[in-house]
């Protein structure tokens, strides 16, 4: 689903606030599982100024080729590994396509059944280093790994447990996120040992009280791949963290009085019309990835989400206008990230395509793209990158 923002927009401004002693107190709670050897980086939200800069230097757009066995239902997830696009589809495919950085496809995975080898309810899914792909059937509680080559051969993994995301960290450790028991999370965070087949739990969720499946998520996901690092948000705090291994460490703090406390969200539970619509507090981070030069996060704050970019050299962190970039159609959820560029995806609609033709600049190239890009087309990555 593309969450699209009309183009009259209000400049958002925030008031500096001191941040509440809750966000003090998270910081604390640190399990022995964290590794603390990694100096986490504080920033007040609250205080970064607005600003009414452009920070998006270059566009490209990559329409993916149209074959029988390309054909696009959603784009649930998306990620970038070994200069490919590896695209989950959980509606009409229910598999992974996979097309080259210039959009040409190569090929798909497609198991679904319930035999050696398939799976049932693709969830999530991941790719490593070498191109094996990693499919979560949490129907039946297993992970199983394809060989990039030959999709045939095949090992699985028996978890034994339900969840709702994972990432493969290397060769032996595989983090699992949201690991439910009778109904409620158990664990926000746990690494899987493919030596040993164990479970070992390395976050517990803050909220003691609340039933996260009665609140809305703000995100499709929490944990974010860039390259071979991973990152993992966890809900209604300040807390990012990065993934090692079998440890995590807090990477940052992005501190505000504008996250949820708990005896607000007791309120809000079971209530998503009024969660949806509050304007006060940041429902989730919904993007969190690294590039060369810096960091990208994204807010879901209502009704207009707030970007964040965070510099490696000072680490400084500054807003990003991104709202009234008419060369992104109107596509401000971030899915991925490739390289130097940040992805988000487009699907075809007359509007759009209008839209597109009037942006000021436009390549011949790309206009005859814009112009060819019909109903029966896949949806189009849009790559754009900032500059720092």
């Excluded at 009309?6 to 998270?26: E, G, S, V």
């Excluded at 690294?290 to 994204?298: H, K, N, P």
């Excluded at 965070?310 to 991925?336: A, C, H």
Aim: proline residues 4%; contains cysteine; aromatic residues 12%.
């Amino acid at each position: 689903m593309h969450m699209k923002w009309p183009k009259p927009l209000l400049t958002i401004i925030l008031l500096p606030l001191y941040f509440l002693l809750f966000n003090i107190l998270f910081l604390s709670c640190q399990p022995s599982s964290k590794n603390n050897s990694t100096k986490s980086m504080n920033f007040l939200l609250d205080t970064v100024q607005t600003s009414n800069i452009n920070p998006v230097c270059k566009v490209k757009y990559l329409p993916l080729e149209v074959t029988d066995n390309s054909l696009i239902g959603s784009i649930d997830k998306i990620l970038y590994q070994n200069k490919h696009f590896y695209i989950l589809d959980k509606s009409a495919n229910m598999g992974v396509l996979i097309f080259n950085e210039n959009g040409k496809f190569i090929k798909s995975l497609y198991k679904l059944g319930e035999g050696p080898g398939e799976y049932i309810a693709p969830i999530d899914f991941d790719v490593d280093a070498t191109g094996n792909i990693y499919i979560a059937d949490n129907a039946r509680q297993k992970i199983i790994r394809y060989n990039a080559n030959d999709f045939e051969k095949y090992d699985e993994m028996e978890l034994g447990c339900y969840f709702m995301e994972f990432a493969v960290i290397d060769e032996e450790h595989i983090i699992i996120s949201e690991i439910y028991d009778q109904g409620r999370i158990k664990d926000k965070l746990a690494v899987y040992s493919r030596k040993d087949g164990k479970i070992q739990s390395l976050l517990k969720s803050t909220l003691k009280e609340i039933d996260e499946q009665k609140v809305p998520r703000g995100s499709s996901h929490y944990l974010y791949r860039s390259g071979d690092k991973v990152y993992f948000y966890q809900r209604f705090t300040p807390e990012i963290y990065i993934l090692n291994g079998k440890t995590i460490s807090l990477m940052a703090n992005i501190l505000s009085d504008k996250y949820f406390k708990e005896v607000e969200l007791k309120t809000l539970e079971g209530n998503p019309q009024s969660f949806m619509t509050d304007m006060k507090h940041i429902k989730d981070i919904n993007a969190f990835y690294e590039t060369a030069d810096g960091y990208f996060c994204s807010l879901s704050t209502f009704p207009l989400p707030q970007f964040l970019g965070i510099s490696k050299t000072g680490n400084n962190i500054y807003n990003l206008n991104l709202i009234k970039e008419d060369r992104l159609l109107g596509n401000l959820i971030i899915n991925g990230v490739a390289g130097n560029y940040l992805i988000c995806t487009s699907d075809y609609n007359e509007e759009t395509v209008n839209a597109a033709l009037k942006i000021n600049g436009l390549d011949e190239n790309t206009a005859q793209m814009f112009a060819n890009w019909n109903e029966d087309s896949n949806p189009l990555l849009i790559l754009f990158q900032l500059q720092h």
